[in-house]
């Protein structure tokens, strides 16, 4: 009896997601670039929460209208193109590769600031010991 309505309810699932409809073409239909630079903002922007949100709640910022007002789109507009995209296999692979090299060129852009900084905070830290020495053995 159990395997009967196993198989019953099985076959009803199968029969139930045959009627999909796809996804309509959007009214303002976004290209892949904008949706690139959208979803990589927005990528960048929940790992600024994740990080240190504090900043972000002391600047009041709205994270979502942010990213609305910067592209003139609302969330539906937003939500209607990811749905639509999502149905577009080869392009949406190609949107978020896009997207993971933005975000690594990003990572490697902001190594190399840190880098940087730190090999100034290390010279500056050189010359004060430097200073420091100098200024102990005048008189």
Same mark, same amino acid.
């Given at each position: 009896? =159990?395997?009967?309505? &196993?198989?019953?309810?099985?076959?009803?699932?199968?029969?139930?997601?045959?009627?999909?409809?796809?996804?309509?073409?959007?009214?303002?239909?976004? &290209?892949?670039? +904008?949706? +690139?630079?959208?979803? &990589?903002?927005?990528?960048?922007?929940?790992?600024?929460?994740?990080?240190?949100?504090?900043?972000?709640?002391?600047? +009041?910022?709205?994270?979502?209208? =942010?990213?609305?007002?910067k592209y003139e789109i609302d969330s539906l507009t937003l939500s209607k193109n990811i749905e639509y995209y999502n149905e577009q296999y080869k392009v949406n692979a190609e949107i978020y590769e896009k997207v993971k090299l933005n975000i690594e060129d990003i990572k490697k852009r902001l190594d190399e600031e840190k880098r940087i900084q730190d090999s100034i905070q290390k010279a500056e830290l050189e010359v004060n010991k430097t200073r420091d020495s100098l200024a102990k053995i005048k008189p």
């Open positions: 009896m =159990f395997k009967k309505a &196993t198989y019953i309810i099985g076959l009803f699932f199968l029969i139930s997601c045959q009627n999909l409809k796809p996804a309509q073409k959007p009214d303002q239909l976004l &290209t892949p670039v +904008e949706m +690139e630079t959208i979803l &990589t903002d927005l990528i960048m922007l929940d790992a600024m929460i994740s990080v240190n949100n504090f900043r972000i709640d002391n600047h +009041e910022i709205d994270v979502p209208d =942010f990213v609305y007002n």
